[in-house]
Every structure is written in structure tokens, then in C-alpha cells.
């Protein structure tokens, strides 16, 4: 399986991005997923992740109410929306296939995508 997101880029202060995850390969509909991001000189930490069929959503605390994960599997796509951005939210945002366990933890994950580059500035 791999894994590529895309949709980064530069954003002031407030606005939004939306990042996208594609999976080819031998792909199945049935995976959870996960948004990490990593800053410059940071520990990779979670974002938010989704179970396979969308219908629940784990988010850690300091994006609730911002970012909203989503996922299309007849395209095998994950979504990413972020709303109201702040430079803090500036990282390499990756995505990645749960394996079990607890959903923030990165050793729970697997095929990692290569990242896509957010950067927050005015």
C-alpha cells in the first residue's frame, strides 16, 4: 500500500487548507487512518484519525473544533479539513494506516505517506 498526501501550502493566519490522502496499492476500504504532523525540531504527534467506515473520529485536544477528518473509500481517500489555522499549526502533516491499539500512539501506524508541507505565516 501507499499513501500520498497532498494539499499543503502556505496560509495566513485564520484561513483554511484542505489535505488529502490517496491510497493505491492493495488497498481496501477497511482501514482506519490517521493525520500526524510534525514540526521543525518536534516529536511527530496526532492529529486526528477515523475508523473505516467514517463513522467515528478521534482527535486530539488542540484541534477540536478546527479540523474535521473525513474519507471518501470509493476513492480511497482520507480528507483533512483545517479551519482557522495558526502559525503553531505550521508542520509536515502525514498521513498513515492504524494497526491497533491507541490511536495518538505513531508506533500504531503503518505505510506512511511522505508528507505534505503546511506552513501558517502573514
Known amino acids: 500500500v501507499q499513501l500520498q498526501a497532498s494539499g499543503g501550502g502556505l496560509v495566513q493566519p485564520g484561513g483554511s487548507l484542505t489535505l488529502s490522502c490517496a491510497a493505491s496499492?492493495?488497498?481496501?476500504?477497511?482501514?482506519?487512518m490517521g493525520w500526524f504532523r510534525q514540526a521543525p525540531g518536534k516529536e511527530r504527534e496526532f492529529v486526528v484519525a477515523?475508523?473505516?467506515?467514517?463513522?467515528?473520529?478521534y482527535s486530539a485536544d488542540f484541534v477540536k473544533g478546527r479540523f474535521t477528518i473525513s474519507r471518501d473509500n470509493a476513492k480511497n481517500t482520507v480528507f483533512l479539513q483545517m479551519n482557522s489555522l495558526r502559525p503553531e499549526d505550521t508542520a509536515v502533516y502525514f498521513c498513515?494506516?492504524?494497526?491497533?491499539?491507541?490511536?495518538?500512539?505513531?508506533?500504531?501506524?503503518?505505510?506512511w505517506g511522505q508528507g505534505t508541507q503546511v506552513t501558517v505565516s502573514s
Open positions: 496499492g492493495r488497498t481496501s476500504s477497511r482501514y482506519d
Open positions: 477515523i475508523n473505516w467506515s467514517g463513522g467515528r473520529t
Open positions: 498513515a494506516i492504524y494497526t491497533g491499539g491507541s490511536y495518538s500512539y505513531t508506533g500504531n501506524y503503518a505505510y
